[in-house]
T-cell receptor, first 114, second 110 residues
Framework: EADIYQTPRYLVIGTGKKITLECSQTMGHDKMYWYQQDPGMELHLIHYSYGVNSTEKGDLSSESTVSRIRTEHFPLTLESARPSHTSQYLC?????????????FGSGTRLTVV | EDQVTQSPEALRLQEGESSSLNCSYTVSGLRGLFWYRQDPGKGPEFLFTLYSAGEEKEKERLKATLTKKESFLHITAPKPEDSATYLCAVRSYNTDKLIFGTGTRLQVFP
């Protein structure tokens, strides 16, 4: 059973709209991540956070922004959606201790911008 | 630059036909190598962590091994429910973040 939740699962939205993808975890993890994944392609890190009020950009440039006001919540926002933003967005978390603990991923949000 | 390459891109097996998936990596100081399983439309599910050459981990029909340059995921007598994309990722001493390969898409037919 998933301990990290993403909503919505699917979103079809028009160009220029503002959207927020939600991600919440109940494990008390300090570290959280957003990955972008196109079909058949690798996961690319776009944002990460090591705790409240801490956010950093990942390896793949993204026009999205994130916030971390509460430990359990790490939303991603696109101010003006474009067709190039169409992709799957995956949220993940990991504990602050132990390098061997793998990330726990949510089920993802599949975003389509028309 | 840390890099992960997985092969083959896709693999079709008959039920019961054992095989191996390869993950080659280049990393400046390996902190851990991770295997994940991803089903269509879902997020990756953690399988194993390997830390040093010679280490092996097993889970049901899956066995992961590690050398200084690559890791193998051996699948023994696979079943159709093993069909999924298997992802490999590394974490280095330079960065805390996971670097993923593109995955191997496995299909097991009855």
């Amino acid at each position: 059973e998933a301990d990290i939740y993403q909503t919505p699962r699917y979103l079809v939205i028009g160009t220029g709209k503002k959207i927020t993808l939600e991600c919440s975890q109940t494990m008390g993890h300090d570290k959280m991540y957003w990955y972008q994944q196109d079909p058949g392609m690798e996961l690319h890190l776009i944002h990460y956070s090591y705790g409240v009020n801490s956010t950093e950009k990942g390896d793949l440039s993204s026009e999205s922004t994130v916030s971390r006001i509460r430990t359990e919540h790490f939303p991603l926002t696109l101010e003006s959606a474009r067709p190039s933003h169409t992709s799957q967005y995956l949220c993940a978390s990991s504990p602050n201790y132990g390098v061997g603990y793998g990330y726990t991923f949510g089920s993802g949000t599949r975003l389509t911008v028309v | 630059e840390d890099q992960v390459t997985q092969s083959p891109e896709a693999l079709r097996l008959q039920e019961g036909e054992s095989s191996s998936l390869n993950c080659s990596y280049t990393v400046s100081g390996l902190r851990g190598l991770f295997w994940y399983r991803q089903d269509p439309g879902k997020g990756p599910e953690f399988l194993f962590t390997l830390y040093s050459a010679g280490e092996e981990k097993e889970k049901e029909r899956l066995k992961a091994t590690l050398t200084k340059k690559e890791s193998f995921l051996h699948i023994t007598a696979p079943k159709p429910e093993d069909s999924a994309t298997y992802l490999c990722a590394v974490r280095s001493y330079n960065t805390d973040k996971l670097i993923f390969g593109t995955g191997t898409r496995l299909q097991v037919f009855p």
